[in-house]
């Protein structure tokens, strides 16, 4: 993976340049950031999003070229608490001989909705994705005296971000007043910017402004975990406008969370489908539990941080972490029980036929 320096290097790079490293090994430059999905290695490719196909497998100590034998989310869809249904894309299709609809389900709350989607046998309990990737990150960065080296200083803000179907419009002049107006311990102000944001003049206004900003990539940078863990361990504070994965990641992190005051809106740039909270089964659940959260960690309170690790964990799953060997025996079993040793070996599945 990446080391401190290149990380922080990359990512201030990335912010002021847009340059996302769309090159393959013989330097071929590829068409646009969508062209890379088919260059990666997962045979379903959601599962190489912010490198979390990756991280996971290294945890297990297992080759690269494998691939996962079951679909796992990047992050944590508060839009799906006591939902029924499950996305239209939310398993590949294609192949009529691999009937590749078996699930790495986290956070608790989605178990049952997969199981009743695609049946128990099919849905395998786990954690997050970031629990293994914080844990390798944090082996590592531990055998490199990271920790004793970076001071933690100043605030990060992680920006609502857009999509290339949605694109988010918020008053940055009053987050950035808002910003500015916080106590000096609490700085100096630094700003992480998503890509598709970056595309869109957000970190250059952030630059010009005198910030010192970051991007940890695209979406399909296999280092992109590891960028937003190097770039948390250098502040005490994070904020956004609203609550998602990201406060989790930060909480994980040992980082204070905040909300700012700010409204926003999205435009949607094409006819990508979602779910939403009020087409599930109850909705008014799914709307209080978001709340909770979001007010949980609306204010700063650092006293509040053991009680926001508890939330942090409990929706990453991080309960159900188990040792590699653990884990490994786990998804074998799993996909011996879904996967036929010709199917295993179509796509290289972490398998017993291909282990």
Known sequence: MIDFEESIRSAKNMASRRSFFLTDAEGKKYQ?????????????????????????????????????????????????????????????????????RTVLSWPGFMDEIYQNNVGFDKVLPTAA?????????????????????????????????????????????????????????????????????????????????????????????????????????TVKYACSQKITSNAMYATMAKVHYFLLDAKMKYINQDQFPILRMKDGADPEGALRHKKEVTEQFRELDESALPERLKTAQRLLGYERKKTPEEYLKELLEFSSRNFTDKQAKKYNIIHPATI
């Open 32 to 100: 646009d950031y969508w062209h890379k999905r088919t260059h990666q290695f997962e045979a379903y490719w959601p599962n190489n999003v912010y490198g979390v196909a990756k991280n996971i497998k290294r945890y297990l100590g297992v080759k690269q070229d494998y691939c996962l034998p079951g679909v796992t989310r990047h992050g944590i869809h508060f839009e799906m608490f006591n939902h029924v249904d499950l996305h239209p894309n939310e398993f590949p299709d294609g192949d009529p001989e691999v009937n590749y």
């Open 129 to 233: 994705p970031f629990v293994y990737s914080i844990h390798n990150w944090e082996e590592q960065r531990k055998s490199e005296g990271h920790f004793e080296k970076v001071k933690r200083e100043g605030t990060m803000f992680f920006p609502r971000h857009s999509t290339y179907s949605r694109t988010v419009i918020t008053d940055y002049k009053k987050m950035y007043r808002d910003l500015e107006a916080l106590p000096d311990y609490m700085k100096p102000i630094k700003v992480c910017v998503f890509h598709a944001d970056v595309d869109l003049g957000v970190a250059d206004d952030a630059i010009a402004r005198g910030y010192e900003t970051f991007c940890c990539g695209s979406t399909m940078d296999q280092n992109f975990h590891w960028r937003m863990l190097d770039i948390l361990s």
